[in-house]
């Protein structure tokens, strides 16, 4: 506490954001020996959802490159799809539980910024999200026999890191809606059940109707996967981070804008503490 210490009365114009960030996300961060048992529970729970789609995949393509280029299709998929849904569940529970005990309204009456707040929030399920997909890949690779001779690992690792802005953005985006919304955690899952949708997921965006298609087509989720996907193949990849980049930053800093209007928003009506 002694980064947040003033010599006059606390106030957000007094502490600094980076402090302030580092505070919130220590204090949402359960300890080390916590992680344990979740993270080899989620190698086992990996292996089994892609070890099921390897199985249907061995039924219904015919044995060949085909199969294997099915399966890569697929595996990279749920692991980008597992970092997005894992960190915003995470996100979605913990502001929950925050405006259940009132931590959240205590906060907020206190030096701490929205922005920042929102920001720290996400951050530590965002962080666990991308060692789950990089965990996910690894077993699909090292298990599932995944193809990855041609991969660029230097693309691999840029778009993972971009792609990370993206579940940061999309965490900030439910959050914003358990806070503004009594029935915002639903709102949070549907709006991740239609990311794995129509985010190309288990299927080329061509295979979805037409107008599901157009919708897949303008998510950065979309581009995270398919930009991952040609990096693992060794296909051209610069051209989707180059696409992919910049949307990830905007919808970091609009996602980071609404959390804010969600919070003024339950403010007037007084939700920031839900019994």
Known sequence: MTALQTTGPVTAA???AAAAFRALVRAGHPRRRLHRSPLVLDAVFGLI????FAILTHWLVAAGPDRA???GFVAVGIAALMQIQV???QTVARTQESLRSGVLEWTLCGPTRPPVLALASAAGP???GLIRCVLYLALAIALLGVPVGHASWWGVT???VTGTLVTWGVCILCAAAAVALSAGATVARILLAGLGLVSGVFAPLSQLPTPLA???EVLPTH?????LRAALSGAPWAGLWVLLAPTAVILLVLATALHQGAVTIARHRGGLHRA
């Open 14 to 16: 007094t502490v600094p």
């Open 49 to 52: 959802n892609l070890g099921s």
């Open 69 to 71: 280029a099915t399966f």
């Open 87 to 89: 960190a915003a569940g």
């Open 126 to 128: 965002t962080l666990q």
């Open 158 to 160: 840029v778009v993972l």
């Open 214 to 216: 157009a919708v897949g």
């Open 223 to 227: 581009t995270v996967i398919a930009a």
